[in-house]
């Protein structure tokens, strides 16, 4: 017995060690080997954005300037913009090869209205954020007067969509800043600062036609 042990040992050190099928101390150290090599790979980087290029962007329009919000289509050339005194544009960027905008199209040059067909007053011009619909209608968020409205088209009064907007502890002038769609065509909004120095930032969505705060 003790001959064929031996034996058994030189032919297969590992069956010995286990005292159970060498299979098991081979798929075992495999799993190992695998694992210290995964370990021993170096990380795959996450993407990183950097710079292709830097435009100064100046239009001869009057009062141009302030630009507050930016809605990029994406093939990365059409856009539309919003500023501070809620006027808005359209247009076209271009780009060179590398990716760089060396220039734009604008398109038109308009001063949004009110949910009245008014040019919006100025205590109620700040505009902050904007988000364009599939259909070219778009939503833009508002700052000082808290609150989100939607056009159809920038020559169409705005309608109100603050049905459930929870406007409360709204710090003064640090409202709405930041608006987005998401891809279940739900759109997000929040503030500049938290109402609550310190605190999280609350995320509204608007889905279905009613606000919600899931976040």
Same mark, same amino acid.
């Given at each position: *017995?003790?001959? +064929?042990?031996? !034996?058994?040992?030189?032919?297969? *050190? ?16 495999? #799993? ?9 790979? *170096? ?16 239009? !001869? ?5 302030? =630009? ?8 990365? #050339? ?31 040059? =308009? ?7 008014? *040019? ?14 599939? !259909? ?22 705005? +309608?109100?969509?603050?049905?459930? #907007? ?17 891809? !279940? ?31």
């Amino acid at each position: *017995p003790a001959e +064929k042990a031996q !034996d058994t040992a030189r032919k297969d *050190p590992a069956r010995v060690h286990l005292g159970g099928p060498a299979q098991d101390m081979r798929q075992g150290l495999a #799993l190992i080997l695998a694992a210290a090599a995964a370990a021993a790979m *170096p990380a795959v980087a996450a993407p990183r954005a950097e710079v292709v290029g830097r435009y100064d962007w100046a239009e !001869d329009l009057d009062g141009f300037g302030g =630009v507050s919000g930016i809605d990029l289509a994406p093939d990365g #050339l059409s856009f539309r913009i919003i500023t501070d005194t809620g006027m808005t544009l359209d247009g076209t960027f271009a780009r060179n090869a590398a990716g760089a905008v060396t220039g734009t199209v604008p398109g038109r040059w =308009v001063l949004l209205q009110g949910e009245d067909p008014y *040019p919006l007053a100025d205590m109620v011009r700040d505009a902050e954020a904007i988000s364009v619909l599939d !259909d070219g209608s778009f939503f833009v968020a508002f700052e000082q007067n808290p609150r989100v409205e939607w056009y159809e088209s920038p020559d169409t009064v705005a +309608k109100l969509r603050s049905d459930g #907007l929870d406007l409360s502890n709204q710090p003064h002038n640090r409202s709405f800043e930041a608006l987005a769609q998401g891809p !279940d065509g739900a759109v997000y909004v929040l503030p500049e600062v938290p109402p609550a120095w310190g605190g999280p930032y609350p995320v509204q969505v608007l889905r279905d036609g009613r606000w919600t705060m899931p976040l």
